[in-house]
């Protein structure tokens, strides 16, 4: 972790507790805080966790406009990126052919691009004035493209030139809070606005709304988060500022499920308390499997998979939670970077489960089960979680 300021080991008897069986025959293990190192943010929110694709880096915005990197095996502090003069919206490893550059985007109207070499800002977009920059996403037909989600637009650039290539202003009557080219189909755009819709587009050719708006979604409330899944990503989620949650299908430009008391409904499937809020989904391609991940005002996670009815009948709903990360946090969790799945084996991420970043400006790691008794000396400086299964309040908003 990283070496400034003091940091406070909190013992706790470890608890392991089964919880109640019910229809989605789950059977969880949950331990509590070994040790902890409160990282030394101060004050600072802990807004989103990113990882470079060979996790020898993961990048870590917070509310005092920095980003900060570390070593996501180990905790080593890296160094830290500086330049942004409002708020830190989105960071990304995810820049073609530039293996050693991470992007963030920012209420500030930039989009910069730093070197993890050298910490260093190597170059930058700007949208504008009085423009904010939520979103952004690499992509397009040539892989050239970069979108961003903006004040009620959408702009894409070449980023091969930093030349802008497109503004799309009629789609969207609010903050466009998400943007996302789908994974293997590089030519279609997905937005997700504060106005409740979701826009896909084909970013082939010369983009206008007249030719290339593709869909609309309605979803009928303001949009924090979306992201894909499905066997090629035909699926989307979509998790509202209301706490709501809804499955659609973009190729069919239908909804599939709509959970409109998706909290309640994950309440209902523990003991630890009720869900306040929803950080992210988590979608297993090798198990095409999607979990809700629902959080308490105290810090407590759980992961909650989603039973979506299928052709032959029944009814859609969300099971008893799988993973419980207990015991880390004291305050709202905004960031998941996961990096191990809930089951099968470990392999790059040495018995990692994941990182956690909240609103208590904690970093937090947690242990899986492989590493639990292989890697105690770990504990030291980590969270432990276990699992075993058989066979918005608060907080700031998320943009």
Known sequence: MEGEGSHEDVEMEVEQEREPSSSSSAAMKRFGLKNSIQTNFGDDYVFQIVAREDWTSMAVSLSSNAVKLYSPLTGQYLGECRGHSATVNHISFNVPSSPHIFCSSSSDATIRFWDTRTFHQVSFI??????????F?????????????????VVFWDWRTMKKAACLEESHMEDVTQVHFVPGHQNKLLSASVDGLMCLFD??????????????????????????????????????HIETLSVWDWKESIMEVNFEDARSLTSDRWTLGHVDYFVDCHYSMDENRLWVIGGTNSGTLGYFPL???????????????????????????????????LSGRITQSQGIFGWTGGEDGRLCCWLSDEAFDSNRSFISSALVAKVQKNSRNSRHSPY
Request: hydrophobic content about 30%; some cysteine; charged content about 15%.
């Open 307 to 341: 039973y979506c009815k299928s052709s032959q009948g029944g009814a859609s709903t969300i099971g008893s939670a799988e993973a419980v990360l207990l015991g880390g946090h004291a305050g709202t969790v905004r960031s998941i970077l996961p990096m191990s799945p």
């Open 137 to 153: 996403s690499f992509g397009g037909p040539a892989d050239n493209l970069l979108a961003a989600g903006c004040k009620s637009q």
């Open 126 to 135: 700007n949208a504008g004035p009085s423009e904010e920059i939520f979103s």
């Open 203 to 240: 970013t082939s050719g010369d983009i206008n709304e007249d030719d290339h708006l593709e869909s609309v979604l309605n979803v009928g409330t303001s949009i924090g988060k979306v992201g894909f899944c499905g066997d090629s990503n035909q699926k989307i989620w979509c998790l509202t």
